[in-house]
């Protein structure tokens, strides 16, 4: 294959390997969630790669009988919805959370063992080169040139 297939290709799978998402600053009122009660949480996303990300979007859903709730007082509580977009991610360890107060959920309304209740997915995402391209240009002191010439008396 040549380069521009082979980039498309990585452009394909660079969530996957180089994207990373993570359900964090969960919070509720007691020690341990009650039937129905609400708590909130955030979604971190992580990006390892070089390339930029832009335009991200993530699509949130409660399960196992949860529901959640975008962030905003009159939000309801449904079964899942799509954030709004993400600052730009960094290349190399670039981090960023949802945007906004933290999202809700709601917990189901009868009792049940540990599940999972909550779950984000990458929804949306665009990708630019200007770390690859601006990032890695820095100086070098083996692109030079010099001058010899001999210097005679006057």
């Known amino acids: 294959m040549g380069f521009f297939d082979d980039m498309t290709d990585a452009l394909k799978t660079y969530p996957e390997t180089d994207v ?20 909130t949480f955030r979604v971190q996303v992580s990006n390892n790669g070089p390339l930029e990300l832009t335009n991200v979007t993530l699509r949130i859903k409660g399960l196992n009988g949860a529901t959640v709730a975008n962030n905003g007082a009159a939000a309801p509580f449904v079964s899942e919805f799509v954030t709004q ?30 599940r999972n209740l909550v779950s984000a997915t990458l929804e949306g995402w665009n ?16 692109v030079k040139a010099t001058f010899a010439t001999e210097v005679v008396p006057k």
């Open 20 to 39: 990373k998402l993570e359900i964090v600053e969960v919070d509720f009122p007691d020690q341990a969630l009650n039937t129905a009660e609400t708590a």
């Open 85 to 114: 977009e993400l600052p730009t991610i960094a290349g190399h360890n670039g981090v960023e959370k949802t945007v906004g107060s933290p999202l809700k959920f709601k917990a189901p309304g009868s009792a049940q063992p540990a």
């Open 127 to 142: 990708a630019n080169l200007n770390h690859i391209l601006i990032g890695h240009s820095d100086p070098l002191e083996s």
